[in-house]
């Protein structure tokens, strides 16, 4: 079983940066695929970054490349979403999920993410 805590999400004006944060528990963490997730109001829940057990391997939605950059540390059981160049359609709730690469198994709470324009 893995239990994942999102953090940093907040109101920031476009153009400018967060750093989400997603903590996991238990020690097979660094067994797991990680992604991150987003829901905006009225819309279904979309695949936005992923990145596998080592780190070497990292995936992103064409609408968020070049401006997020998904890392892990696995001594930390961290899982991280660096968004820069924000934009007014990135606002959402952002959800962190572990996965064996067939699908995904484990979900956070998600974090609110609101970008002003």
């Known amino acids: 079983q893995v239990q994942l805590v999102e953090s940093g999400g907040g109101l920031v004006q476009a153009g400018g940066s967060l750093r989400l944060s997603c903590a996991a528990s238990?020690?097979?963490?660094?067994?797991?695929?990680m992604g991150w997730f987003r829901q905006a109001p009225g819309k279904e829940r979309e695949f936005v970054a992923g990145?596998?057990?080592?780190?070497?391997?990292?995936y992103y939605v064409d609408s968020v490349k070049g401006r997020f950059t998904i890392s892990r540390d696995n001594a930390k059981n961290t899982v991280y979403l660096q968004m820069n160049s924000l934009k007014s359609e990135d606002t959402a709730v952002y959800y962190c999920?572990?996965?064996?690469?067939?699908?995904?198994?484990?979900w956070g709470q998600g974090t609110q993410v609101t970008v002003s324009s």
């Open positions: 990145i596998n057990w080592s780190g070497t391997s990292r």
């Open positions: 999920a572990a996965g064996d690469g067939n699908r995904w198994h484990y």
């Open positions: 238990g020690r097979t963490f660094s067994s797991y695929a």
